[in-house]
């Protein structure tokens, strides 16, 4: 188990000095093994160890007494110990556990400058989600069971089963928790566990590897899709192009939806995903767009030119003075004033993101989002104009408003970037400047 863990991590290359090593840890036989292991090899390769242990607080004195024992063993074996304790009001349900439990993961991941958190998913914890997914109606991609890898969480022990697991714990002398919730079949993966895996081992002893071969099957057909989806050039800055859409064939188009459930990890049904297709053709044609629930948090948005998913947003209050000529930093884009030095033969398009302009007085502007009571008085305009009724008169999306950048003076909106220019930076005289916004790569 050890060779294949270390073999994990060069394969890996994350084996460096220094580097700050973090394991989920519950304290259970998969997790006290892997952390028991980790620590081993940190002993030889100098890189630093701690354990992220939550509290579900689901079972009271036990869940407590857990905490307490996971703490201990950290102590003795001389391993930083992080701990949280969910409220108990939090929904007793296996997906909400599943959020609150990586929400608390990628927190402690910024929080500590985790380089790779590590979790004790096990060939047998392969098996349970196959059949998980089978029941609940999956396609190729769910048959590909757990990844190894995503962002900075890893999980070397999927090629290990439970038993070599128990073995390796006995042999160590560990003493690992038992969460009494396992026996309670209530929970799906249990129900799984205890009651349907021992009825695939009474036909196939080697049933696990059985279905390690699918996922690895599953795997090389859903990067042929891959090849072939990323080939339609649906997709332009992680919105579906509804043109491209609309020209897909239905099973594609199913599919398609399918991708979104699977990027966002929604909980997803064939109904919900025929429903979602069946709203986006019903929608197809708006031209201001419609919006439906796809999630608790989240919306899918469907116009005649884009399909995306909205995700929740702050309102960005940031202002950003501008002073003089150069470059300047609004959230995740780059806006850019410099002095005109030629005039083009064709002025760019308001949807280019860039302005030439005559700009009369010293610069003084701001660059912000927008208000209650903003006004503009468009290009080729004899008076001014509500915001609120221009960005109408654009077809922009509710959701997006919010999230135009503005370019003012004096409360007065000079330039609605990717939309429009006051009359006030018309170019009469001599173009004196270059105006772009860019977005960050």
């Known amino acids: ?33 892997l952390l028991d292991i980790l620590n081993k090899l940190s002993k030889i390769y100098n890189f630093k160890l701690m354990a992220l242990h939550l509290n579900h607080n689901w079972r009271g004195d036990e869940s407590e007494n857990e905490a307490q024992n996971c703490a201990q063993f950290c102590t003795s074996n001389g391993i930083k110990f992080y701990t949280e304790t969910l409220d108990e009001n939090e929904k007793h349900t296996e997906t909400r556990a599943r959020e609150l439990r990586y929400d608390f993961f990628n927190r402690a991941i910024e929080k500590f400058g985790i380089n790779a958190l590590f979790t004790a998913h096990t060939k047998s914890d392969t098996a349970e989600t196959l059949v998980y997914r089978l029941i609940k109606g999956t396609g190729i991609k769910g048959l590909q069971g757990i990844s190894p890898n995503l962002g900075k969480i890893y999980r070397p022990m999927l090629n290990i089963s439970r038993s070599e697991i128990e073995y390796y714990c006995k042999n160590n002398n560990l003493n690992p928790n038992f969460d009494s919730s396992n026996n309670n ?68 188009q199913k599919r398609i939806v399918y991708e979104i459930y699977v990027k966002y990890d929604f909980e997803y049904t064939q109904e919900r995903i025929l429903n979602t297709l069946k709203f986006i053709k019903e929608n197809i044609c708006a031209k201001s767009g ?59 398009k308001d949807s280019e993101f860039k302005a030439y302009v005559e700009i009369k007085e010293p610069i003084d502007f701001e660059l912000r989002t927008r208000r209650e009571g903003d006004r503009i008085r468009p290009l080729g305009s004899s008076g001014e104009m509500k915001l609120k009724k221009y960005l109408i008169s654009k077809n922009i999306p509710n959701h997006e408003k919010d999230k135009i950048i503005l370019l003012c003076k004096d409360g007065k909106i000079l330039w609605v970037c990717g939309y429009g220019l006051n009359e006030d930076l018309k170019v009469v005289n001599k173009c004196t400047h270059v105006l772009t916004l860019k977005k960050i790569d």
């Open 290 to 348: 419609k919006k439906c629930s796809i999630d608790a948090t989240h919306w899918l948005f469907v116009s005649e030119k884009y399909i995306e998913v909205l995700t929740p947003q702050e309102k960005n209050e940031n202002r950003v003075k501008i002073t003089t000529e150069g470059s300047y930093k609004f959230g995740e884009y780059q806006f850019e004033i410099s002095k005109c030095t030629e005039i083009p033969e064709k002025f760019p």
């Open 185 to 252: 079949n209530n929970y799906a993966r249990n129900f799984i566990r205890n009651e349907v895996l021992p009825k695939f081992k009474q036909i196939n002893q080697n049933y696990e590897e059985s279905f390690n071969s699918l996922s690895i099957l599953a795997y090389e057909e859903e990067q042929i899709i891959k090849e072939y989806i990323n080939s339609l050039n649906l997709y332009e800055n992680d919105k579906i192009l509804t043109q491209k859409f609309k020209n897909l064939s239905p099973q594609m």
């Open 1 to 33: 188990m050890i060779s294949r863990i270390e073999k994990f991590l060069k394969d890996y290359n994350l084996i460096t000095e220094d580097s700050l090593f973090a394991v989920g840890f519950s304290g259970g036989y998969d997790s006290m093994a």
